[in-house]
């Protein structure tokens, strides 16, 4: 009984660890533009929180990676990364345009 139970939570757990995984590549194939000056968000704004600070604001043509993505209602929210390594949140069309979705 117990090697069939660990069994089974072993599976359950490779088939949650699989689907997380590829919701990360997937998430990380985005590819976003800085088309305007845009705010890099301390938190995710998907959260909601009462005050979001702004990291320094993201100029145009500014180089960022896109490391995930979660929506809000009516927002897509990027996690991103620069090449001086900051990290934040950005919101598509908020200076951002994404040219090719994962």
Same mark, same amino acid.
């Given at each position: 009984?117990?090697?069939?139970?660990?069994?089974?939570?072993?599976?359950?757990?490779?088939?949650?660890?699989?689907?997380?995984?590829?919701?990360?590549?997937?998430?990380?194939?985005?590819?976003? #533009?800085?088309?305007?000056?845009? $705010?890099?968000?301390?938190?995710?704004?998907?959260?909601?929180? *009462?005050?979001?600070? =702004?990291?320094?604001?993201?100029?145009?043509?500014?180089?960022?990676?896109?490391?995930?993505?979660?929506?809000?209602?009516?927002?897509? #929210?990027?996690?991103?990364?620069? $090449?001086?390594?900051?990290?934040?949140?950005?919101?598509?069309? *908020?200076?951002?345009? =994404?040219?090719?979705?994962?």
């Amino acid at each position: 009984m117990f090697k069939r139970a660990a069994v089974i939570l072993f599976v359950a757990a490779l088939v949650v660890g699989v689907l997380w995984g590829a919701d990360v590549i997937a998430d990380r194939s985005y590819q976003l #533009a800085v088309v305007a000056p845009a $705010p890099l968000y301390s938190l995710p704004p998907h959260e909601y929180p *009462e005050t979001n600070p =702004v990291s320094p604001t993201l100029q145009p043509g500014q180089a960022i990676r896109v490391l995930r993505l979660r929506y809000g209602k009516d927002f897509q #929210a990027f996690r991103v990364e620069t $090449p001086d390594d900051r990290v934040g949140w950005v919101i598509g069309g *908020e200076g951002i345009e =994404v040219l090719s979705r994962g």
